[in-house]
């Protein structure tokens, strides 16, 4: 497990990030194996990325139960996700071509995906007492006391030209 932060905490993002968030649910178990199998492979596939300092992915979370699996990803833009999942070479577009029809033609797997851009100078987060998480993984840490106490403040202070960073320094 991953160790845990115990001060309360915000993160400062820089730029504009791609918040991607993907999931499957497994409806009839005996039916969707094959699927879930292109699902487990998922994390490999992640951790490969995130090790990999081109590949636009910055951070992940997942969960994998036995009726859902959801991954949030966390992407430095959307052209480096929309590369990657195009990308012949790569482990998504051919399993994407396996299993599409499957889901289909079966009727027991069903799944979405949300892909949200965002500015870093206008998100607000807040963490505590808790292992490294979403877009805490993806910024840089800082101590959320004093004007980035509240999410108002946090929200205030990343519109500001210094940033977070300016303030608790």
Same mark, same amino acid.
């Given at each position: 497990?991953?160790?845990?932060?115990? &001060?309360? =905490?915000?993160?400062?993002?820089? *730029?504009? !990030? /791609?918040? !991607?968030?993907?999931?499957?649910?497994? $409806?009839?178990?005996?039916?969707?194996?094959?699927? !879930?199998?292109? !699902?487990?492979?998922?994390? &490999?596939?992640?951790? &490969?990325? @995130?090790?990999?300092?081109?590949?636009?992915?910055?951070?992940?979370?997942? &969960?994998?139960?036995?009726?859902?699996? @959801?991954?949030?990803?966390?992407?430095?833009?959307?052209?480096?996700?929309? @590369?990657?999942?195009?990308?012949? *070479?790569?482990? $998504?577009?051919?399993?994407?071509?396996?299993?599409?029809?499957?889901?289909? @033609?079966?009727?027991? =797997?069903?799944?979405? $995906?949300?892909?949200?851009?965002?500015?870093?100078?206008?998100?607000?987060? /807040?963490?505590?007492?808790?292992?490294?998480?979403?877009?805490?993984?993806?910024?840089?840490? $800082?101590?959320?006391?004093?004007?980035?106490?509240?999410?108002?403040?946090?929200?205030?202070?990343?519109?500001?030209?210094? *940033?977070?960073?300016?303030?608790?320094?």
């Amino acid at each position: 497990m991953t160790e845990r932060i115990s &001060k309360r =905490v915000t993160t400062e993002l820089v *730029g504009d !990030f /791609v918040v !991607f968030r993907i999931e499957m649910q497994v $409806h009839r178990l005996w039916k969707g194996y094959k699927s !879930f199998l292109v !699902f487990r492979g998922s994390p &490999k596939m992640l951790n &490969k990325l @995130e090790s990999e300092l081109n590949s636009g992915l910055v951070a992940y979370d997942s &969960k994998i139960e036995i009726w859902t699996h @959801e991954f949030v990803q966390y992407w430095q833009s959307f052209e480096s996700l929309r @590369e990657y999942a195009l990308d012949p *070479g790569a482990r $998504h577009a051919p399993a994407m071509k396996w299993t599409n029809p499957i889901t289909k @033609e079966r009727n027991a =797997v069903w799944s979405w $995906h949300e892909i949200s851009v965002l500015c870093g100078d206008r998100s607000e987060t /807040v963490y505590h007492n808790m292992p490294a998480t979403g877009l805490q993984k993806a910024g840089t840490l $800082h101590s959320a006391t004093g004007l980035c106490r509240n999410a108002t403040g946090r929200l205030e202070q990343t519109g500001n030209q210094g *940033g977070i960073a300016s303030v608790v320094q």
